[in-house]
C-alpha cells in the first residue's frame, strides 16, 4: 500500500468528506474509486470540456457491451439538432483539433 499526499482547498475537502460520508465512503476510499475507474476506462471517467452544456459523453468502458453503447447512441440521435452532412461535422471536428493547420497522420 502507498501513501498519496496533496492539497486541496478545505471547503471542498469539507464537502467531499460530506458527501462522501453520505455515501459510506471515505475521502481515501473514493478517490481510489476514481482512481481504478480511470484506470478501467483507460481515462477520465466522465467528459472534461470548457463548456459541458454540449458536451455528449458516452463511456467506452472496456467491458461494456456494444447493445448499451448502441441504446445511448440511439437516445442521443433523436436531440441532434445539426444540419450539417456527418462529413461536414467530422471535417469541423479536424479543423478544430488541428486549428487549421493540414495534419498527415
Known amino acids: 500500500m502507498t501513501q498519496v499526499n496533496f492539497r486541496i482547498d478545505s471547503d471542498v475537502k469539507r464537502e467531499a468528506d460530506e458527501l462522501f460520508d ?4 471515505s475521502l481515501s476510499a473514493a478517490i481510489t474509486i476514481f482512481i481504478k475507474k480511470s484506470i478501467a476506462y ?4 466522465f ?18 457491451s456494444a447493445d448499451v ?3 445511448a447512441l440511439r437516445a442521443l440521435a433523436g436531440s ?10 467530422v ?5 478544430h483539433r488541428t486549428r ?4 498527415e497522420l
Request: hydrophobic content about 30%; overall charge positive.
Open 22 to 25: 453520505r455515501l459510506g465512503l
Open 42 to 45: 483507460r481515462g477520465l471517467p
Open 47 to 64: 467528459a472534461v470540456c470548457e463548456d459541458d452544456s454540449h458536451a455528449v459523453y458516452v463511456p467506452a468502458h472496456p467491458r461494456s
Open 69 to 71: 453503447r448502441r441504446k
Open 80 to 89: 441532434w439538432k445539426d444540419k450539417r452532412s456527418a462529413k461536414e461535422i
Open 91 to 95: 471535417d469541423d471536428i479536424e479543423r
Open 100 to 103: 487549421g493547420r493540414k495534419v
